[in-house]
């Protein structure tokens, strides 16, 4: 399944201003998030991205950077922009959507992503372990999946932040997503649902549309930076790593 791997970069957040040029060990965030979705082999690369400095560092390092209009209200909808202006789009049988902010993503996980769309699901995700504590962090996204019987791939039944006492088949989500192209195309044509809008989670309006997310296990996937302090965490993991090797 040949995969567009898609790179949501933004300089103007607020939790994190300028974090995709933020550096990890002396390499930029964004660039160390690119290099592993090319290390997957599932397919082409780009960097989706409004700013100049994250266009010229990945075309200075030889990879695909595509300028998109700033004011999108979120990342699929800058995917969006960037797959709908590829000359060969219709080459590729999935969209993946990866996070800016995952510089230790194992490439294997990409392909992982993919599973769901080859069960017949037209959107897939990640799913991955959950600690007693994280399951009471409202930062942290959580998913309860059905497993139709199967540990392969299962069906997402709700997401949410805010803890409600859950545990069966709960698990923390990983905001990476693929799409079958039309899937793409017919999710950001939807307006925002009202579940969307009070839980500030986009997957939702999936969901209260009908549609199905298909959902992947992936142990232990490492944080994503949400903060300085998730940076500086990750630079000693990756100092550590590189002591061990």
């Not at 700013?51 to 990945?58: M, Y």
């Not at 969006?80 to 590829?86: G, K």
């Not at 599973?115 to 399951?135: C, F, N, Q």
């Amino acid at each position: 399944m040949k995969s567009a791997i898609i790179i949501p970069a933004r300089m103007a957040s607020k939790r994190f201003p300028n974090k995709p040029m933020a550096k990890i060990a002396g390499i930029p965030m964004i660039e160390r998030v690119w290099r592993q979705g090319i290390k997957s082999k599932i397919g082409d690369v780009f960097v989706a991205c409004c700013e100049n400095e994250v266009f010229d560092l990945i075309s200075s390092k030889g990879g695909k950077a595509i300028m998109t209009d700033p004011n999108h209200p979120s990342g699929t909808d800058r995917i969006f922009e960037a797959y709908s202006s590829l000359e060969n789009k219709n080459d590729y049988e999935s969209v993946i959507n990866l996070q800016g902010d995952m510089p230790l993503i194992d490439p294997l996980v990409l392909e992982s992503v993919n599973e769901p769309l080859m069960h017949g699901y037209v959107i897939g995700t990640i799913a991955t372990d959950i600690s007693s504590k994280e399951r009471e962090n409202s930062n942290i996204t959580k998913v309860k999946i059905n497993w139709n019987n199967t540990q392969s791939v299962g069906e997402s039944i709700d997401f949410y932040k805010e803890s409600n006492n859950q545990v069966e088949n709960i698990y923390q989500h990983v905001g990476i997503y693929s799409f079958k192209p039309d899937a793409l195309h017919n999710f950001v044509s939807m307006q925002p649902s009202n579940n969307e809008i009070t839980k500030k989670l986009e997957q939702l309006r999936a969901l209260d549309a009908g549609i199905k997310i298909g959902i992947t296990y992936v142990e232990n996937i490492p944080i994503s930076v949400d903060a300085l302090e998730d940076l500086m965490l990750i630079e000693k993991i990756i100092k550590n790593n590189n002591e061990a090797n």
